[in-house]
């Protein structure tokens, strides 16, 4: 990207992008929640629609001028479908968490029951922490893990928390979960007890567009969010898809389910948001052309290829991981517990290192949140620049030699080696 308008500017900002250019060209990112992008879904993100407000919908605007805005929400809502193989998509979402929250009030009243899976077995913040505002708002009840070392949800537990409680909604989708999730489980469950499906697939919504993993519509379900980036490597936003008739925000709906996208899209607005960021909208358009590639199905399988075999080598050097290993791009691994080190002070020698992942709190952890037993790391990312099984075999090995023997010597080691494995592999300009 050309940043001479910013370096003419503002001298001090332009020294600070440049820096994390060149963090992010130098070292490995291991972070399962972010990717990179391609220049197109960067330009989109800089282009002239920066400029405009476009309040409402397609062809239901408060503000004129909306004939190339319309055109380009239309393109972004119409991918998304094809994508996911949804009937309806709100593509306003400005992040992972408003589109969650979108959808509860777009069903729910205030006091109203959602299950969800807990945060400390794997499930998100707005999942039902009891930290976040939501939390005040519904009432929460949430389901686990059966056994944190094979990972398997406890779905009787799951069906009788949900026959006692009646939950509105049931939720199914995690941040820090490594195996798969039995969609059909859930979706019979929410019907035994006459609630909303609803899937949070922020983590692997391009594993979904790549065929690697299932979509919970071909399941049953009603509801489905998603951020935009993480594995599905498009712009930081996010979308509610859902499955029912054609949404009218116009009309003011009943509770039901055929009303489901009115109902969506009236929470997201005016309920949730003003006016929609068109230049993000754009950049999802850019984004979801990309996943209906047919190469994005190759990148989508290395990822989870790339995510077992590095988690092989942890369970080789006698690591263990929540669940057992992955089947998905995530591995948390139990650092404290292995190698007696803690999460935190794990970060920070592989961030020294060259590569960047994060603490992560596991199942029945009993350290601290910000300083705790675990490590949370993943592969969409390091796949895009072109990485496969033997080079992230290699990236495991000085992991697990860092954590091994933490001091400077072997840091600097490392740092040289994931610098020449970043320069070999640089992130591609164009994924088309």
């Known amino acids: ?6 370096r003419n500017e503002d001298l001090d900002l332009y020294n600070l992008i440049e820096g994390e250019e060149k963090r992010q ?25 920066t400029n405009k407000y476009s309040e409402g919908y397609p062809g239901k605007r408060y503000y004129g001028g909306q004939e190339y805005t319309d055109q380009i929400e239309t393109l972004a809502i119409e991918r998304a479908k094809k994508i996911f193989g949804a009937d309806h998509a709100n593509v306003q979402a400005l992040s992972g968490a408003a589109a969650n929250i979108g959808a509860y009030f777009a ?44 990972g398997e949800i406890d779905y009787d537990q799951l069906r009788e928390i949900a026959l006692k409680e009646r939950p509105k909604i049931i939720l199914g989708g995690f941040s ?14 929410a019907r035994e007890v006459d609630a909303v499906a609803m899937a949070d697939v922020a983590h692997i919504a391009g594993l979904i567009a790549g065929g690697v993993a299932e979509n919970p519509f071909d399941h049953g379900f009603n509801i489905v969010t998603t951020t935009t980036h993480k594995t599905l490597r498009g712009p930081r936003g996010a979308m509610i898809l859902s499955k029912g008739t054609v949404s009218n925000p116009l009309r003011a709906p009943e509770k039901t389910m055929e009303n489901l996208p009115t109902l969506i899209d009236r929470s ?19 984004a979801f052309n990309e996943a209906l590639h047919p190469n994005f199905k190759t990148y989508a399988h290395q990822v989870v290829s790339n995510a077992k075999a590095m988690a092989e080598v942890f369970k080789e050097e006698g690591v263990r991981l929540i669940g057992g290993g992955t089947d998905n791009h995530l591995i948390l691994a139990d650092v404290y517990g292995s190698l007696d080190i803690s999460g935190g002070d794990a970060e920070t020698l592989l961030d020294a290192a060259g590569i960047t992942l994060n603490k992560n709190s596991i199942a029945g952890d009993t350290r601290k949140p910000f300083d705790p037993s675990g490590i949370r790391f993943g592969t969409p990312a390091i796949t895009t620049r072109g990485f496969k099984e033997e080079q992230v075999i290699e990236v495991a090995r000085i992991m697990i030699e860092v954590l091994k023997n933490k001091d400077d010597a072997t840091v600097a080691k490392a740092r040289a080696s994931i610098k020449e494995l970043a320069e070999a592999n640089p992130v591609p300009e164009s994924f088309i």
């Open 1 to 6: 990207m050309d940043y001479s308008h910013i």
């Open 25 to 49: 060209r130098e070292g490995l990112e291991l972070i399962p929640s972010e990717n990179y992008v391609s220049l197109a879904v960067r330009e989109a993100m800089s282009c002239a629609l």
């Open 107 to 150: 069903w729910l009243e205030p006091g109203d029951t959602i299950l969800g899976m807990d945060l400390a077995h794997g499930g998100h913040l707005t999942h039902g922490a009891p930290v976040t505002y939501m939390a005040k708002l519904f009432k929460f009840v949430r389901y686990g893990m059966k056994d944190p070392d094979t």
């Open 176 to 189: 820090g979960y490594s195996r798969s999730i039995d969609w059909k489980k859930i979706a019979e469950i």
């Open 268 to 286: 997201v607005f005016p309920g949730l948001q003003g006016g929609p960021h068109m230049h993000q909208i754009a950049a999802k358009a850019v």
